[in-house]
């Protein structure tokens, strides 16, 4: 199932979503068996800031039907502790390391993914556009303009693969895709999470600390699944698919919808092996497919194409 991914050979087509698998925590749980069994075939860290953030006040996490929102607002060490104290842990694991970085301008994101990127450990870098650039007002992953800003002004300063990840929350996504594209992006990774609110139920205030929250799981797969085919039929660059991923199943969805590979996010706070499950799941689904094109040389069997329909 080797996949090459901008260049980078990947042993399977199984990434984590930003944030949602703490890589360091489980070594210090499960030991050196997180190596031997490591459950991703690369790994991305949690979104890091130039400076420390403490993240949003509690609670951070609503439990959605079949979905999660959480407002957990980027808690972080910044650079400087990431780069002594995650880095030299997170470079142990047995995959590559991407790193995702974001920033309130884009001359800040460009300064921290040039820190980054000029890392050995580092394999490559993701860029979380889905944040304001204080100096226009606009949320950079909206706005096709705005994101191929972040890219031009990131591009020189990294040459590593960059990897932009998408918001759901633009009028057209693939419109976003395709400017990241033109302005040097390696590759795009979609989705990031929905907008979402909850309300406590005894006080009809808001429940998460933070206001509002982004929801993720099954509850946003068929939109994912929309946005992955819709960005694919418009970019040449790899596209990494996520959203509700937790089966299988799903991920040859996506893989059907044009995905070189995918990521595994809110599933794994349910089953932390979830990445090597969905692996095993989906080898016989897949067919073969080319290792550098990604293209399927064989017909994904019934049970793929029709995933969907079995688990709504
Ligand atoms: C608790 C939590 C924390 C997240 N943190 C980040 C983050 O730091 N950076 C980022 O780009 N995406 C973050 N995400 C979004 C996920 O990486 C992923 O894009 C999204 O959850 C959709 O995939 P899923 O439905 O499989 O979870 C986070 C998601 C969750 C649920």
Redesign the pocket.
């Known amino acids: 199932m080797n996949v090459d991914l901008c260049g980078v050979s990947l042993s399977g087509p199984i990434l984590?979503?930003?944030?949602?698998f703490d890589a360091i925590a489980a070594r210090r749980a499960f030991g050196d068996a997180l190596l031997e069994r490591f459950p991703f075939d690369a790994f991305?860290s949690?979104?890091i800031t130039r400076e420390p953030r403490q993240g949003n006040p509690p609670p951070?996490?609503w439990e959605a039907p079949a979905?999660?929102i959480?407002s957990?607002g980027?808690p972080?060490k910044g650079l400087d502790g990431f780069l002594a104290h995650d880095l030299p842990e997170l470079a142990e694991l047995p995959v590559p390391l991407v790193v995702?970085v974001?920033a309130y301008t884009p001359a800040d994101l460009a300064d921290l993914a040039g820190a980054v990127a000029e890392r050995d450990e580092v394999a490559m870098v993701?860029l979380?556009v889905?944040c304001p650039n204080v100096e226009s007002g606009l949320v950079m992953g909206a706005d096709p303009s705005e994101t191929a800003r972040a890219v031009e002004a990131v591009r020189p300063r990294a040459d590593k693969p960059v990897i932009v990840?998408l918001t759901p929350n633009a009028t057209d996504p693939a419109a976003v895709a395709a400017a990241a594209e033109g302005a040097g992006a390696d590759a795009v990774?979609?989705?990031?999470?929905l907008k979402g609110m909850a309300l406590d139920p005894r006080t009809r205030e808001p429940w998460l600390g933070g206001g509002s929250g982004?929801l993720?799981?099954?509850?946003?797969?068929a939109v994912?699944l929309e946005q992955v085919a819709a960005v694919s039929a418009r970019v040449e660059i790899p596209v990494i698919g996520?959203?509700?991923?937790?089966t299988g199943a799903d991920a040859a969805d996506f893989l059907a919808a044009g995905a070189r590979v995918i990521?595994?996010?809110?599933?794994?706070?349910r089953d932390p092996a979830a990445g090597q499950r969905i692996r095993r799941e989906l080898s016989p689904l897949q067919g073969h497919r080319h290792p550098e094109t990604g293209e399927p040389s064989g017909a994904a069997t019934p049970e793929g194409a029709n995933s969907t329909l079995r688990s709504a």
């Open positions: 984590n979503g930003s944030g949602t991305v949690k979104t951070r996490l979905g999660l959480n957990i980027l972080n995702s974001m993701e979380n889905s990840k990774s979609l989705l990031n999470t982004g993720s799981g099954p509850a946003v797969r994912a996520m959203g509700g991923i937790a990521a595994v996010g809110t599933e794994s706070f």
